[in-house]
């Protein structure tokens, strides 16, 4: 796994909160995967140990044309954990926070008007790697 953060690289046995500017890949074409979970992410103690995808977006809501609220935002969705799986067998679980510079606080009306809502494609995210070769986050 390999988490880059704007305040610069991040060891890969960290688990905590980070904000990142890079797409999140799985490797699937060696092994890897992700899925995911309808579980909180402080209640998910176990990788699975099959499901797992090259890709997976079921992790946010887009907003399009609503009618209440920002419009075509993508806001995550609460309860949802993604879960990684490395070609190596070793595992991580993310949780999206923002999907925006700063992590802003998605009901203002500086956040609703599209002219002074912050750059997206900037991640802020919790996780947990699992790197001893089991399945277990502590």
């Known amino acids: 796994f390999f988490f880059q953060a704007e305040d610069g690289i991040r060891d ?3 688990t905590g909160v980070q904000t990142c ?26 990788a699975p140990t099959d499901g797992y ?4 977006n079921s992790w946010y ?11 075509h935002a ?13 070609g190596e067998g070793f595992y991580a679980k993310v949780r999206i926070l923002s999907y925006y510079v700063g992590n802003p606080d998605t009901s203002t009306p500086e956040f609703a008007a599209f002219f002074t809502r912050p750059e997206d494609r900037h991640y802020t995210f919790e996780f947990a ?5 089991s399945r277990f986050f502590e």
Do not use: H, R
């Not at 995808?53 to 997976?56: I, K, L, P, Y």
């Open 12 to 14: 890969y046995k960290v």
């Open 129 to 133: 790697v699992q790197t001893d070769g």
């Open 61 to 71: 809501s887009y907003t399009g044309e609503a009618p209440n609220g920002p419009k």
């Open 21 to 46: 500017a890079l797409p999140i890949f799985a490797n699937f074409g060696n092994g890897g995967g992700v899925q995911s979970l309808n579980i909180p992410f402080e209640n998910l103690t176990e």
């Open 53 to 56: 995808t090259e890709s997976n």
């Open 74 to 86: 993508i806001l995550p969705k609460d309860g949802v954990t993604l879960v990684f799986k490395s």
